[in-house]
C-alpha cells in the first residue's frame, strides 16, 4: 500500500511561486509514476504534470512552461514547482501514484491507483 502526503499549498498573488511536496510511503516508490492533478471550484479533476524520470515528464498544455515536476526517489518524494501564477490556477492539488505506464502516456484516462488528501492552492488577482 502507498501512502501520500502532499504539502506546500496556500495563497498566493497572481504571478507568484509555489511548491508542493508529495511524501510517500513504501520501498517501491521509484518503480511508481507519479503525479499531480488538481480539481478547481466547480470542475472536475484534471491531470496537470505526471512523471516516470526526469526525461520522461508529461504536463497539461494550460501549464506547459510555468510548472515543473519533479522527483527524488532517495527521499520517496514528488515535487510541483509552480510559477506565474494565475487565479485559473485555484484549485485542490491532488498527489497520484500508478504503477503502469498510462499515468505517464494517458493521463486523462487512467484513473491512479493511490491518492493524497489534497492541499489548497488559492491565486488571488
Known amino acids: 500500500q502507498v501512502q501520500l502526503v502532499e504539502s506546500g499549498g496556500g495563497l498566493v498573488q497572481a504571478g507568484g511561486s509555489l511548491r508542493l511536496s508529495c511524501a510517500a510511503s513504501?520501498?517501491?516508490?521509484?518503480?511508481?509514476?507519479m503525479g499531480w492533478f488538481r480539481q478547481p471550484p466547480g470542475k472536475a479533476r484534471e491531470p496537470v504534470a505526471t512523471i516516470q524520470s526526469s526525461r520522461s515528464t508529461y504536463y497539461a498544455d494550460s501549464v506547459k512552461g510555468r510548472f515543473t515536476i519533479s522527483r527524488d526517489n532517495a527521499k520517496n518524494t514528488v515535487y510541483l514547482q509552480m510559477n506565474s501564477l494565475t487565479p485559473e490556477d485555484t484549485a485542490v492539488y491532488y498527489c497520484?501514484?500508478?504503477?503502469?505506464?498510462?499515468?505517464?502516456?494517458?493521463?486523462?484516462?487512467?484513473?491512479?491507483?493511490?491518492w493524497g488528501q489534497g492541499t489548497q492552492v488559492t491565486v488571488s488577482s
Open positions: 497520484a501514484a500508478d504503477p503502469s505506464l498510462g499515468l505517464l502516456v494517458r493521463p486523462t484516462s487512467i484513473a491512479p491507483r493511490h
Open positions: 513504501g520501498r517501491t516508490f521509484s518503480s511508481y509514476i
